[in-house]
């Protein structure tokens, strides 16, 4: 007859072997929609004054050059 033996294992090891087999791909799909995201959202204000605009490299690309005078609101 058959003899069923289990084995307990800590928490921890599903954990670690989740993130091992997981993480990787998790992490590049959350950078590739964070870019998207910021890509889609960088046309509202508050995005690109709150956040784009304090980027050291390409923070001077988003400021807004328009003269008053030019702008409808």
């Known amino acids: 007859m058959a003899h069923i033996v289990f084995q307990s294992a800590p928490p921890t090891t599903y954990a670690k072997r989740f993130v ?4 990787p791909s998790l992490g590049a799909w959350g950078f590739g929609i964070g870019t998207a995201a910021l890509f889609v959202l960088s ?17 001077g690309y988003f400021e807004d050059k328009t003269p008053p005078s030019d702008k409808p609101f």
Do not use: E, F, K
């Not at 091992?20 to 993480?23: E, P």
């Not at 508050?46 to 304090?54: A, D, F, K, Q, T």
């Open 43 to 59: 046309v509202t204000p508050v995005v690109r004054n709150g956040l784009l605009v304090h980027v050291p490299v390409v923070g």
């Open 20 to 23: 091992r087999n997981w993480g």
